[in-house]
């Protein structure tokens, strides 16, 4: 079995910076793709970022592609969310999810979940 733990969430105020945390443990982590995905009160889960095994290749949404970055550290079994320039939109609980097989943007291609961390930021 493969668990994942999400850390680093909090209460911040708009403009500041978060680096979530995802520690993973079971299974062999550098053969996972990893995403990170979000979802606010009331609304659906949405993609964030992924990243490769090795984690030279990268992916975030659009919206968010210039204040957060996805990395990985596979020595730690960790992945990471930088985030920067926080908005009040960006206010939801923060998932990491690992795929044995693929890292797309669909949460239909991660077999594996935490149980993700909040985010709450203020005006």
């Known amino acids: 079995q493969v668990r994942l733990v999400e850390s680093g969430g909090g209460l911040v105020q708009a403009g500041d910076s978060l680096r979530l945390s995802c520690a993973a443990a079971?299974?062999?982590?550098?053969?996972?793709?990893m995403g990170w995905f979000r979802q606010a009160s009331g609304k659906e889960r949405e993609y964030v970022a992924s990243i490769n095994q090795s984690g030279f290749v990268t992916y975030v949404t659009n919206s968010m592609n210039g204040r957060f970055t996805i990395s990985r550290d596979n020595a730690k079994n960790t992945v990471y969310l930088q985030m920067n320039s926080l908005k009040p939109d960006d206010t939801a609980v923060y998932f990491c999810?690992?795929?044995?097989?693929?890292?797309?943007?669909?949460?239909?291609?991660?077999?594996?979940w935490g149980q993700g961390t909040q985010v709450t930021v203020s005006s």
């Open positions: 999810a690992a795929a044995t097989s693929g890292w797309g943007v669909s949460a239909r291609a991660y077999d594996y």
């Open positions: 079971g299974g062999t982590f550098s053969t996972y793709g």
